[in-house]
Each structure stands twice: as C-alpha cells, then as structure tokens.
C-alpha cells in the first residue's frame, strides 16, 4: 500500500474515533464528565502557549527519553548477555519474573518513599521497559544464523569480529522490536507515575492539578499533550530504526 | 603429487563411514570428488580444512595450508555488501585495506557485478548472490578452495554459467581446489582429477586424471564418451553392489 | 587530557553537591500538605522561620498524606501537617510525634442536587457519596446519621467508590444526588454548579450529638527528639498562627501566594475556598476535648484505624 494511501486510512480512522468521541460527548452533555473534542482542542490551545505547559512537556519528554535511553540500554546488555551465557541467564531470570510479577502501582508507590519525585517516574517506567527490552534482546542474541557463524569460523574471522558484523546485526530486529515496545511502555508509565508523585515541569502534574480543579477539559487537554509527545517520540524512533536499516543493520 | 590422504578411516558412534579412503592431488589441480549422499563427502572436506580430528590414517602437505570455502546455500551476511562480505572473510588474511580492495575489485569485475558490489546481499537475485559467494571465496587468498556442493542449488542454465565463472576465476588465482558433488557431469566438466567414492562404508571405487581440454568436453563429442563410460561403470559398479550390512 | 580534565569536574561537582546535601540535611523540614490544610502555612512557604543556629527551615509541599506519613515515619520530616487521626494512629504506633495544635477544624459539607432533602430523614433509602471512607467523614457521618435514627448500613447507601475530585465532578454534572465532601472539592463542586444546595450543617449536628462545638480535621505535629528544640519550636507555632491570622484576613493575597508556591489550588479557588476551610489555631491542651470527641467515633467504629486506644497524655505537647 502506498504511502500515500496509508496516510489516508490512517486519518481517516482518527477522524471516525474523534467522531465517535464526540457523539458520546453530545450523549453525555456535561463537559465535566465527558467534554467534547472541540472543548479539549481549546483547551489545548489555551495552555500550549503557557511557560508552564512548555516546561512540563520538556520536563515530560526528558524523562520519558532518560527512561528510555536507560531500559533499553541496559536491557539490551543484559538480555544480549543472558542469551550467550546461560549463567548470566540463570542469575537474571528471577529478577525478571519479579519485576514483570509486581503491579505497576505498586512499584510507584514504593518508589515514592525512596526518590525524589522527579526521578519515580523514570524509575517505575525503566522497571516496567527493562524487562521487555531484556527479553528481545536476548531473543536477538540467539537470533544468528547458525551456518553463518560456522561460515566465520571456517574463515577464521575473529570473535569480536563474529560479535559486531554477525551476532549484533543479526539481532537488530529484535532490538527494533523490544525498543519500540519499551518506548510505549515508558511513556504510559512516565505519566502515570507523574500524576501519583507530581513533580514540577510534568504532563502528568498538570493533569492531576486540573483533575482535583475539576477542570475535566483541561485534563483531557494535557493527556492529549502526552498523546502527541508519545507519537512524536514513536515517529522519531521509526526514523531512527529507518536510518539503522539503510547502514546495512 | 603435494597433498596426500591416506587410509583415511572415520567413524560417528558405532558407524563407520568412510573406511580407507586414499586421495592425492596436486597443487595446481581441480579435484572432483564425485559419490552419493551420505556417504561422508562433507565429512573428508573438513578432515582436508583440518576441522575434523577424530580420524585415523595420513594427512601429508597440509600443514601450512590456507583455505577458503564455496557454500551450497552462500552463506553469505544478508545485510552487508558483496565487498562487505569478502572483507568480512578476509579479517584474518593480515592483508591492509588497499591490498584487499584490490584483490575484491578484480574479482567482482571478472564476475561482472560491477556496479553491484555496495549493494546489501539481500537485494541481489539468486544467481548474483552464488557469484557473490565466488568471489569472496577468491578474494581470500588460499592454497586450498574447498566447494562443498557449490553449483548444486542453482538451475541449469544458471549452474554452466556458474561453473564458467568459476573456471574463469581460478585462470587468475589458481590454487588446488577440491569440489564435492554428486552430479557426475559437473565432475566430467570441470575436474582435472576425478575421485569416485563408494557407498557406506566410502572407500575410492575410482580415480583419474581427465587431459581433455575443458572445450571439448560437451556431451555427445567422442574424446568424452569414453570418460562418461568410464564413470557410468564405477557408479554402476556402486549401484549393483550389495548394500553394507 | 580533557578525558581526565572532565572526570576531575564530575567529582568536584559531585563533592560539592553532596556537600551541600549534608548542609541541608540540618535544616529541619515543614511539610505542609497540598490543599486546605496547605493553605494556613502559605506564608511560611513565602517566608520561613529563622530557627535558633542561624538555620532557616525549610518547606516543603506533599500531595498525598501516605507520601507525608513515610517521610515523617523516616524522619525527613520534622514539623508535618497531618489529618488528626493518621496522626494518632503514628503515635500509636510508636513514632514519637506531638500534637502541637488543631490548624484546622470541621470544614466537611453535605451537597445535594435534590431540592427534597431538608432534613436527616429525608435520606432514607438514598445513595449518599461520601469523601474520606475510613476517615473523619466516614465515622462523623455515621454518628450524625445514628443519632438521626437512621442504620447508616441498612437505612442508606453509603458510597464511597469514588476519588474526591470524580466525586466532586459528578456531583456538579448531577450524575449523583448527594455527598459529603471536604474543601477546597465543595467550593468547586458549588463552583461549577451554583444550584447544589446545602440543607444539612453537619457542625451543628454533631454539636447536637456530641455537645462539640466543633470538630477538629488538621493537625500540626512535631517530631520529638528530631533537631527541632523548644525554642524552635515556639518560633514555628508563632510563625502558623500569625500565617493563619493574616491569611484569613487576607484571602485574596493568600490565594495568590498558594498559586505562587504551588500549592495545589490556583488563587481564586484558594480564595474563595479559604473562608470555608475553618482555619483555627488551637493549641494542643485546649484542643484535647474536641480531639478526643472525635477519636471516639474512630474508636467505636474501628479501633484499628487509630491504634486501638486513645493517644496518650505525652502526645499533646505544649511548648
């Protein structure tokens, strides 16, 4: 399908969801319940100019990119390592099961006690991350094509040459594929832990304010705030793994 | 003759396979080693690259050998380029960038992928995929070029011109290649010196230089025929005898 | 080089900063909870005490009383504001705090979009929401409401599904009849929907019940044994009081400066909002009966939720 044509249907879809949305705003007729896509776009531009909201966007975004530079760095090491050395494999499964066990409320809750509140968001959305990126990576670690590494050790290639051209690259994929699932990840849960431990500068602040305001609107307005961040954030990445594909990974 | 293999015996468990097989070739030469599946044709190449340690008998003139190798599937790294992938297999021969550039760029303009040679291997047909393969196989620099089965996946158009590729190649680097196959026209078509093996338990039923330039070696010309006889009774000879027990 | 010329400034940053954390560490912290009971120290947060040792305090405001309770529990807090009865349960428990005064009395409301109601009887057989289950509203209500003559658990329905704010909100969209709410969520609710009436005065109720004047809601408590000495002490007291007195004098300044510190209200609704909140200053000794009118509800109800007993004399300090 084209381009041009994916696009389409795309927005075309959005256009039906905004539509259904605003039926059920017209149904339910009280903006403090349900306010319609026209009252959120207002909001929305009502905010967008405001210090405040840049700040909490930046501030959003930072942690939102440090949650996800960290989770997939050190789930990609850590999986890549687990799936070469079924000791290191042995010594990190019970920490996965653990992490991937507990509820992500819980997590937060804790982490309130012991970090500042700027730092539990990033926090519980790096547990949440780390265990799917670890998973891929561990996946893409055994991912190499058996004959291929056979082909190496015939022609006597190196081990950290087997490691970079053959094992990483072979691995990419599924790289691409547990980064794009920890970046989902650590958005959802960068604000869900901004709206419990509400530190300065952060989308999920401003919606908690507004919420116990009762400005529902205005609410609405900064999730679709995060929304958009989350998309821009999953759009950059879609570049980023282009760019990988067009060096050969 | 330089390279020598004597009374070669290998078994796997309880079965043995090959069971006092004799091989000599010369530096120089094109070996064809010609014998039905399974009866460990895979399995004398890696005991001629020195993988294999758990036989008995002699290996002579091997010892300072290089090898490189010609794959049935390539086996070459889907995402990087022909010239990536001849460097790649190139790590270990202590050569500089330049002098292995060279080396490749010779190569891929003899196989006529000029203009291809950046591309990822993944974008490129089949049949340039098979001569990708070729030449990195040339490009390393080695004594000894081992085919194992190389021409077999390609279909028959494409396998001549292959085989002609391949023949053109070693006019640049000649060096003794080994090529195992069961095909027995392959074997009348290219090889200097035909081996023919047995059945389990492999030992050599025949062996033979082949003078015949490679022009007059189309089937139905005389000087062939009498070769093709010669190959048909040892095949046959290992069709109709008893199988092992 | 300038790879170790980079190393050489990260740990001199680092020093330097943990430096300035042990620095800090001797402040002693005043934490302030974010709405009402923020609001009567808002002008501390513009101007912080000076304490004795040339120290300055320091504020801080937390959004949640769970959050409060650990950081007082773990002694980063050393001066907190607390709902009165978490703040018994930890002396309960064995955290050794003192109450220093009552900053906030009785500011729960009863709203309704039914004009029927008038009176306790009218409720029978009604859905009422009520904000706080397990807290004062939950036992001061079911007080009033047995001593109405009305089961709270088989002559009503008393819900307490709903967060404050989803309370609030559908209590102005009409989606439910009645509530008890507390501030600043009753000034909103009215806020946004003028016509919510309020027939019931639950102070005077539970004056009826209790002979109570009034019911205490927030409470200030001290650390014992923390770097806060008697001195300090007094100077923060003094500092709450006159915070309360000139905030209510001035709400609409006030209101300004809670939207400054971030409190958690913007100025208009802190001023409009800071009338409602029944700010008092009453020491904790003057303080005890109404305290302990209260408490007994929580005890008779569910001792658990306090601690199993009344505070002991020790907890209402006087400085």
Known sequence: MSLRARLGVGLLSVAVLVGLWHVGALLVGKDIILPSPLRVLREFIAIAPSPDFREAVAGTFARGLEAFAISSLAGSVAGFAAGRSALVQAALSPLFTTIRATPVLALILLALLWFPSGVVPVFAAFLMAFPVMAASAMEGARAAPKELLEMAALFKVPRRKILLEIRIPAAFPFFAAGARAALGLSWKVVVAGEVLAQPHRALGTGMQTSRMLLETPRVFAWALAAILLCGLAEWLFGRLVKWGNTRGL | MAYKLWDIRRSFGGLEVLSGVDIEFGPTQLLVILGPSGCGKTTLLKIVAGLDGGFSGKREGFDQSRFSFVFQEHRLLPWKSVVGNALFALSSAGMDKSQAMTRIENFVRLSGLSGHENRPVRELSGGMRQRAALVRAFAMPADILLLDEAFQSVDLKRKRELMRLFLGLREMERNASILVTHDPWEALWLADRIVVLSDRPTRVVDAFDIDLPRGEREAGMPAIAALEMRLSAALIGIETSPPPC | ?319
């Open chain 3, 1 to 319: 080089m300038n790879h170790a010329f980079k190393r050489l400034a990260l740990g001199v940053a680092s020093l330097v900063f943990s430096l300035s954390f042990i620095a800090a560490e001797d402040a002693p912290v005043i934490a302030a909870l974010k709405g009402p009971s923020g609001i009567a120290l808002v002008q501390l947060f513009e101007n912080p005490p000076h304490l004795t040792g040339n120290r300055v305090a320091k504020m801080e405001a937390v959004s949640s009383a769970d959050l409060m309770v650990a950081k007082v529990v773990s002694g980063e807090y050393q001066v907190a504001v607390l709902p009165i009865n978490m703040a018994a349960k930890l002396r309960r428990s064995g955290v050794d705090i003192e109450l220093a005064a009552i900053i906030g009395n009785g500011m729960l409301s009863f709203l309704t979009n039914d004009p029927s109601i008038k009176s306790l009887a009218e409720l029978r057989g009604r859905r009422i929401d009520v904000a706080g289950q397990g807290a004062t509203p939950d036992f001061l209500f079911r007080r009033i409401l047995k001593d109405g003559g009305l089961d709270p658990d088989k002559d009503l329905n008393l819900s307490f599904a709903l967060g404050y704010a989803e309370m609030a909100s559908a209590l102005a969209a009409g989606s439910i009849e009645s509530a008890v709410l507390p501030e600043p969520f009753s000034t909103l609710a009215r806020m946004k929907n003028p016509k919510l009436l309020s027939p019931l005065d639950l102070t005077a109720l539970w004056k009826k019940s209790t002979g109570m004047s009034d019911y205490p809601m927030t409470a200030l408590v001290i650390r014992k044994g923390s770097s806060i000495t008697e001195a300090d002490a007094r100077i923060i007291l003094d500092a709450v009081r006159a915070s309360i007195s000139k905030t209510l004098q001035d709400p609409v300044a006030a209101g300004a400066l809670v939207e400054k510190h971030g409190l958690g209200l913007t100025s208009a609704i802190a001023a409009a909002a800071i009338p409602r909140c029944n700010f008092v200053y009453l020491e904790a000794a003057r303080a005890r009966p109404e305290v302990e009118a209260l408490l007994a509800e929580f005890l008779a109800a569910a001792p658990a939720s306090i601690g199993g007993a009344l505070p002991d004399d020790a907890f209402y300090a006087s400085f």
